[in-house]
T-cell receptor, first 113, second 113 residues
């Protein structure tokens, strides 16, 4: 299984809602990532988990809260988002941090009204 | 920190022509250079990568060259086909703790038949 699975594929939420994005991989990878991607832009790193511990937080606003319940799962909790947070949120994994191929999920397209 | 510049931002070629995309990086400690292809509405996927102990790598119609002295690396696609049309991102990584892949801004390649 070389897949990174993300749910939901699409999400529309209001600025007062609380929602979560989920990501799962069963490749035994020990590093998992959240990226944000706007149209026609490169993926922008948000968080990195290494061995289930947060290792990088790229100064992301606290309205985004990551969670890594175990080595296969990664969540991104969303609360009080702004319309400018609308984007494609990509989860990725790699065997180890900082080296080797990143396997991306299909992404969750988020629209904040 | 690392900075990756990518040129050109758009590239249009005729089917069968070659395409070349160039990237420069700033951190001489960078040692891993992948290239990702992202088709419209899809996830980024690794197409080729190179490490700093190698000067060139080839996989069928795709090749990557690395010049460590000049700190630049290039993607070469020969005999382009319409299905090569996509956004291509270069990236660089030092592999050091607390760092992650840094992406270039992307090149939109259009191959017309």
């Amino acid at each position: 299984d070389t897949e990174v699975t993300q749910t939901p594929k699409h999400l529309v939420m209001g600025m007062t809602n609380k929602k979560s994005l989920k990501c799962e991989q069963h490749m035994g990878h020990r590093a998992m990532y959240w990226y944000k991607q706007k149209a026609k832009k490169p993926p922008e790193l948000m968080f990195v988990y290494s061995y289930e511990k947060l290792s990088i937080n790229e100064s992301v606003p606290s309205r985004f809260s990551p969670e890594c319940p175990n080595s296969s799962l990664l969540n991104l909790h969303l609360h009080a988002l702004q319309p400018e947070d609308s984007a494609l949120y990509l989860c990725a994994s790699s065997q180890f941090t900082n080296t080797g191929e990143l396997f991306f999920g299909e992404g969750s397209r988020l629209t904040v009204l | 920190g690392e900075n990756v510049e990518q040129h050109p931002s758009t590239l249009s070629v005729q089917e069968g022509d070659s395409a070349v995309i160039k990237c420069t990086y700033s951190d001489s400690a960078s040692n891993y250079f992948p290239w990702y292809k992202q088709e419209l509405g899809k996830r980024p996927q690794l197409i080729i990568d190179i490490r700093s102990n190698v000067g060139e790598k080839k996989d069928q119609r795709i090749a990557v060259t690395l010049n460590k002295t000049a700190k630049h690396f290039s993607l070469h696609i020969t005999e382009t086909q319409p299905e090569d049309s996509a956004v291509y991102f270069c990236a660089a990584s030092t592999g050091q703790a607390g760092t992650a892949l840094i992406f270039g801004k992307g090149t939109t390649l259009s191959v017309s038949s």
